[in-house]
């Protein structure tokens, strides 16, 4: 459909244009310009000469229950009214396109604030990304509402406002969630990253006696190396227990019975909450604080852990082979895959792949991982750096602006996520050959496949958990439960069935061992 055919508004003949100078495909530009004509078509029909932020929700309700329209063409117009709205606050140019704008616009202080705390705690550049979307909304949203900073009575009807008149997906509501609780925790005074905390926010006024208690065991914690996240984990659970104790009566430590605790446990609502408290009632004995060890009152439970999926060798192989190198997108994918198949580097990792991370003169490639903090390091083999070159050399957008290794292929260039990783590791076993019907697909599995390949090969359980970047030994007990060829040589002898199982098992004189 020719565009000069079209009776467009001047606001969408001005996203038109942007959209064509950004270098949009023609196929992208015709099913833009097919729900323009659609829109065109609702403001005529309501009297509009032109579009305004209020119709950009009433369009969309009218194309899901008038126009009945696909799924695709639904998320498509949801698009295009984000493009609009964006355009109607003053947003000009390619950050028009962009759900969340990299730049930071003049936001309210608060805001501002917010923003750079969670900077300043290195969140993920995904997690950013949905937050600055999130951050841009409610921003406009306080100037509709003529209100110079943010207050907490407006944060439960921002989220009304991203169900109902925004429609954003379900994940986005629940950001816009996790955002208004961060910012009604900064005007409850709570600074830096306790602010990002939801857990933080809960302060257990207790007994001086259970109080001294807990500081001692969550000091011993942190002394042993456990993260921040178990340590306030720990403080919610227990800090519970003890408030629950203290309601009770119980005001000091040595007074703690098994009642007192049965009591105090079943009415957290939750016997999970054992795993954590088990290993306070040990410290509360070791360091003197009980005279009797109350952990073994309630046992932990043992929770099933399913075998991690593996491939061998043979099948991964056929995955990389299954690349198609005479495609743009084969020959990123085919660059992403190498990276995970042989090092097993997880996808958030990949994802994350800056050109600072990789020496291509001296082979070798190093990075600080996303899950733990740790350094990784090792050689680049000679295939993963071709196909790194193959990629950067030929494929990669020419954009110096964004450190990425890995973008997305179509404009708006962005970077490449973890989650697109996973689905294009799944979408790929789909074009091969390889049984996975009963297996996952993702790139998790890829990384499991390096790990039990390489124990299976013999090699040292320290060697393998410096390749994944485990922190601990403990992570490739998971791992080594498939070593199938070695526990083969395990097995001891079944003994011979005597007295009353033999009986038993042998009652009608059928059969013997």
């Known amino acids: ?31 833009m310009r097919l729900t323009f004509k659609v829109l065109c078509d609702y403001l005529k029909v309501h009297n509009l000469d032109e579009y305004t932020l209020e119709t950009g929700g009433s369009f969309i309700n009218y194309c899901e229950n008038e126009r009945k329209m696909c799924k695709s063409r639904v998320e498509r117009a949801k698009n295009i009214v984000g493009k609009l ?38 969140y993920s550049e995904s997690t950013l990304r949905d937050m600055r979307f999130i951050r841009n909304e409610l921003h406009f949203y306080l100037k509709r509402r003529n209100l110079d900073e943010y207050i907490a009575e407006i944060g439960a009807e921002f989220i009304d406002y991203c169900a109902d008149e925004l429609k954003v997906c379900g994940s986005r509501i629940s950001r816009a969630k996790n955002i208004v ?44 190396g456990n993260r921040d996240t178990t ?35 079943l009415s957290m609502g939750y016997i999970g909450y054992w795993e954590r ?40 192989m056929h995955l990389e082979s299954s690349f198609d190198l005479t495609t743009p997108a084969g020959i990123r994918n085919y660059a992403v895959a190498v990276l ?8 958030a990792d990949v994802a994350a792949l800056t050109f600072d991370n990789i020496d291509f003169n001296n082979n070798r490639l190093h990075f600080i991982q996303q899950k733990t903090g ?8 000679p295939d993963v750096k071709d196909a790194l070159l193959n990629y950067i050399n030929n494929i990669r957008p020419a954009h110096e602006s964004c450190p990425s290794i890995f973008m997305k292929l179509m404009p708006p260039y962005a970077p490449l996520d973890f989650s697109a990783i996973n689905t294009m590791i799944q979408s790929q076993f789909h074009r091969t050959e390889v049984d996975s019907a009963d297996r996952k697909r993702g790139s998790r599995a890829l ?47 079944a003994p011979k069935p005597t007295g009353v199982f033999a009986k038993g098992l042998f009652a009608k004189g059928v059969g013997s061992v």
Not at 10 to 29: F, M
Not at 340 to 347: F, H, L, Q
């Open 340 to 347: 995970i198949t042989r090092y097993g580097i997880r996808s």
């Open 85 to 122: 709205n964006r355009m109607l606050r003053g947003i000009e140019g390619a950050d028009a396109l962009l759900p969340w704008p990299i730049t930071k616009y003049e936001l309210t202080p608060l805001l501002s604030r917010l923003y750079d705390v969670m900077i300043v705690e290195i």
């Open 231 to 265: 340590v306030r984990n720990q403080y919610l659970v227990c800090g519970k227990f003890l408030h629950n104790l203290a309601k009770l009566g119980c005001t000091q430590i040595q007074d703690i019975t098994s009642e007192f605790i049965q009591t105090a446990f």
């Open 1 to 31: 459909m020719s565009k000069n055919k079209i009776p467009f508004t001047p606001l969408l003949v001005k996203l038109d244009e942007l959209l064509v100078s950004e270098s949009y495909s023609e196929r992208t530009l015709r099913a």
């Open 277 to 316: 408290l088990s290993p306070f009632f040990l410290f509360l004995f070791e360091d003197g604080h009980l005279n009797r060890n109350y952990a073994p009152l309630v046992q932990k439970r043992r929770r099933a852990m399913p075998l991690p999926t593996v491939y061998s060798p043979e099948e991964v």
């Open 447 to 493: 990384r499991s496949s390096v790990a039990s390949n390489m124990i299976n090969d013999g090699i040292s359980t320290e060697i393998v958990r410096k390749v994944l970047g485990h922190g601990t030994k403990h992570a490739l007990r998971h791992y080594a439960r498939i070593d199938v060829e070695s526990m083969r040589l395990c097995p001891l002898p």
């Open 181 to 224: 609780g961060k910012l009604n925790r900064m005007l409850q005074g709570i600074e830096g990253r306790d602010a990002l905390l939801p857990g933080l926010a809960v302060k257990f006024i207790l007994p001086p006696n259970l109080s001294s208690a807990l500081e001692d065991y969550l000091a011993h914690s942190a002394v042993k």
């Open 374 to 381: 740790e350094q990784w390091e090792s050689e680049l083999l």
